[in-house]
């Protein structure tokens, strides 16, 4: 069965301090991967998504980067954080090919800004 | 993405079935019906979805009606892990990246 790994779960960073955070999918190959913030009492935003190794395209302008270094990797990443960047990271993956396929979402990283 | 409206909050007793609705009357032909549920300091988990016709797995029953307008998440035997926010989604199958999570469902199970 596939399954989709995050860390770290909580990460506690001072403001200017870089940012990489890490994901991977087991038991799949070639999958869509997706980057989500949650903020606080808010639904999910689409930060960026990937269809292949190298391939990032970015929903919304933002502070932060992203990069697919492999197939089942997928790397959410900043230079200097703001404040503003605090929320609850979720990594996602979904399957190529059949219609109508769920996304699958990972257990997040709280990221907290001092 | 069709527009889904869900209420707020439902309490439901341990051990019998929890019905959660939806309704999603603006739904397209080629949009599905998909539910998540998220339980605090946890990502979305995904239950069920469908398309026209009612569907089963291990968690839980989807019921769609036929005029595809409203939608039912069955739960047949809550348990007190059962306690979480429930999403309906509605969306295509073939457009877009984002799924959108709405303000969903409190679901409180009661020993």
């Known amino acids: 069965s596939q399954t989709i790994h995050q860390w770290p779960a909580t990460l506690v960073q001072p403001v200017g301090s870089p940012l990489s955070l890490e994901c991977t999918v087991e038991?799949?190959?070639?999958?869509?991967l997706y980057w989500y913030r949650q903020a606080a009492g808010r639904g999910l935003q689409l930060l960026f998504y990937s269809v292949g190794i190298g391939q990032i395209s970015s929903e919304v302008p933002q502070n932060l980067s992203a990069s697919r270094p492999q197939d089942r990797q997928f790397i959410l990443s900043s230079k200097k954080l703001l404040l503003s960047d605090s929320g609850f990271y979720l990594c996602?993956?979904?399957?190529?090919?059949?219609?109508?396929?769920?996304?699958?979402f990972g257990d997040g990283t709280r990221l907290s800004i001092l | 993405d069709a527009k889904t409206t869900q209420p707020t909050s439902m309490d439901c007793a341990e051990g019998r079935a929890a019905n959660l609705p939806c309704n999603h009357s603006?739904?397209?032909?080629?949009?599905?019906v998909y539910w998540y549920r998220q339980i605090h300091s946890q990502g979305p988990q995904y239950i069920i979805h469908g398309l026209k016709n009612n569907e089963t797995n291990e968690m839980a029953s989807l019921i769609i009606t036929e005029d595809r307008k409203s939608s039912t998440l069955i739960l047949p035997h809550a348990t007190l892990r059962d306690t979480a926010v429930y999403y309906c989604i509605v969306r295509p199958s073939n457009t877009g990246n984002q799924f959108y999570f709405g303000t969903g469902t409190s679901l409180t199970v009661i020993p």
């Open positions: 996602a993956w979904r399957p190529k090919g059949a219609q109508g396929q769920p996304q699958h």
């Open positions: 038991g799949t190959s070639n999958p869509n």
């Open positions: 603006t739904i397209s032909g080629n949009e599905y």
